[in-house]
């Protein structure tokens, strides 16, 4: 079955640095576009960044564009965000997603001094 596990979340001062990880497993990895979404309380869930099957082509809105990054590794079948210059705006729980019905259990980032 498809399993996302996701980790690397945590606690990081404005200005700081996450990366976080989504191992995926049940499916050919590189078939499959991935995404990272977040959610805070109260809020709408929120897609943050996507990438295609092979990596060539990523996707972000503007609200993290230019201080996140995705990439994947296809033979290990992991897909990391790397957030950079975090904000406190930032702070939701985050969630690895694949063909819109496979979802993690999420990783909680807080942005806070």
């Known amino acids: 079955q498809v399993q996302l596990v996701e980790s690397g979340g945590g606690l990081v001062q404005p200005g700081g640095s996450l990366r976080l990880s989504c191992a995926a497993s049940?499916?050919?990895?590189?078939?499959?576009?991935m995404n990272w979404y977040r959610q805070a309380p109260g809020k709408e869930r929120e897609l943050v960044a996507r990438?295609?099957?092979?990596?060539?082509?990523?996707y972000y809105p503007d609200s993290v564009k230019g201080r996140f990054t995705i990439s994947r590794d296809n033979i290990k079948n992991t897909v990391l965000l790397q957030m950079d210059s975090l904000k406190p705006e930032d702070t939701a729980g985050y969630y690895c997603?694949?063909?819109?019905?496979?979802w993690g259990q999420g990783t909680q980032v807080t942005v806070s001094s």
């Open positions: 990438i295609s099957g092979s990596g060539g082509s990523t």
């Open positions: 997603n694949t063909a819109s019905i496979y």
């Open positions: 049940g499916f050919t990895f590189s078939d499959y576009v």
